[in-house]
């Protein structure tokens, strides 16, 4: 309901809306549960997790009014995954189908409240590739599709809610988007319909100068650019998916973030403004990493090192979060979560220590990447000097250090007890505070 009355409080200044919905909390990953649970002939499993789906959305939609379209929804997931039941076997294909239809129940429950017509991503025009669970949009065809599915349909007046996270095929098969993927329907739309705004409606107020629970005056960032925010969901703050930023940005279609629950805060405003003069916009924390030095004589000047360490990495599906190499080609540093530590360390051993490649490989396992964000950093001399003098008086140990060539970041590797400190001393340095 309150989502409805943001809707409508927003037609009422004269702008005509598409409504994008995300799923229930959690019904994604219960819905992967029960896909599961049904492959492997869980009985028992597929009958509860079916259940408490079918409870928490048939008790809202009777509150809503919207109990027969949502009872007929259910009804086609149990159909799906009886099947999968029946064949024992979970494709990837089947295991899209059934996530997907988190949001079809968001959409029905959703229109129920602002009297609209439900579209799921595949009608509203959103083609993607066959990578299922991680559906990349055939971008200039998608913007072309939705365009004809939507634009007249929206300039009638008509209001239109669309499932997030979902699209199809070329073929008419049910995808997913993967992380962040509601958001970037939502940019994908946008760009489609050339929107005046894009609002990402969520549970905080918008991006921060950095996490509040480490820094007590960390304030709001009223607005900051395209290429910061891009920045800044690459290094985990509560930001939109750097990939669901990319339409709206090239597109230069402003996107606000906002609080759900606190409608009076304006958030975060993200533009395609340029840097505005300060260096340090916001200081991140990546705690949960390792930092991983392949290192050896035998590298030096050896053509093709770099790439036989990341494909053996991509190989174990390690997610790289930083990359560090001296001049020497003597080592290459890389940060990866430290839940992939294990396997990464293990296939490293094997294929690079073993055959001679690498002569050790170092771990420093409990670390922590700390990263100061800002664009305009950019050809500004001495941000770098108070970023290192500022955590050296503090007594901070840094194990590695990594700038892109955009300069609209530094970030660095510490051990991971040091991780809060290092943020609240450049929180303090570059005077962020509130």
């Not at 559906?135 to 809610?161: C, F, H, Q, W």
Request: hydrophobic share 45%; aromatic share 4%.
């Amino acid at each position: 309901r309150q989502c409805a009355d943001r809707v409508r409080a927003t037609e009422s200044n004269a702008c005509r809306v598409v409504t994008v919905v995300s799923a229930m909390a959690g019904v994604t990953d219960t819905l992967l549960e029960l896909a599961e649970a049904a492959a492997a002939g869980n009985r028992a499993a597929k009958h509860t997790l079916l259940g408490n789906l079918r409870a928490r959305h048939e008790r809202t939609a009777d509150e809503l009014g919207s109990a027969g379209a949502v009872h007929q929804i259910l009804d086609r997931l149990e159909t799906l995954v009886s099947g999968i039941a029946a064949v024992g076997e979970l494709t990837p294909r089947s295991r899209d189908a059934v996530a997907a239809f988190g949001e079809l129940l968001s959409a029905e429950l959703m229109v129920s409240v602002v009297d609209g017509h439900a579209v799921s991503g595949s009608e509203a025009g959103i083609t993607t590739d066959d990578r299922f669970g991680e559906a990349e949009p055939l971008m200039n065809l998608s913007l072309y599709e939705v365009k004809e599915a939507l634009l007249s349909r929206v300039t009638d007046g008509e209001r239109i809610v669309v499932t997030g996270f979902n699209g199809a095929t070329q073929h008419g098969i049910v995808t997913t988007l993967g992380r962040g993927g509601s958001d970037y329907t939502a940019t994908v739309l946008g760009a489609a319909l050339s929107a005046d705004e894009i609002w990402i409606w969520s549970d905080v107020d918008g991006l921060m100068t950095a996490d509040p629970r480490i820094v007590s005056d960390a304030r709001l960032l009223q607005s900051i650019n395209f290429a910061e925010a891009l920045e800044m969901g690459q290094f985990g703050a509560k930001s939109m998916h750097p990939r669901a930023l990319e339409p709206a940005a090239e597109h230069k279609i402003p996107v606000r973030m906002r609080n759900t629950f606190n409608p009076a805060c304006t958030g975060t405003h993200i533009t395609a403004a340029e840097a505005s003069g300060e260096p340090v916009r916001a200081v991140l924390l990546v705690g949960d990493s390792a930092l991983v030095t392949v290192a050896g004589a035998a590298m030096i000047g050896r053509p093709g090192t770099a790439a036989r360490v990341f494909q053996v990495l991509a190989e174990e599906s390690v997610n790289i979060r930083m990359i560090s190499q001296s001049v020497s080609e003597a080592g290459i540093s890389f940060a990866i979560p430290d839940r992939q530590l294990a396997p990464a360390q293990a296939a490293l051993e094997a294929k690079l220590l073993r055959p001679g490649d690498a002569r050790q490989i170092n771990v420093l396992q409990d670390a922590a990447i700390v990263a100061a964000v800002g664009s305009g950093m950019h050809g500004t001399p001495g941000v770098a000097a108070r970023v290192f003098g500022a955590i050296a008086k503090k007594g901070i140990n840094i194990a590695a250090i990594a700038q892109g060539s955009s300069e609209f970041s530094i970030c660095f590797v510490v051990e991971r007890d040091a991780g809060p400190d290092a943020v609240r001393v450049l929180h303090t340095e570059f005077g962020l505070a509130g």
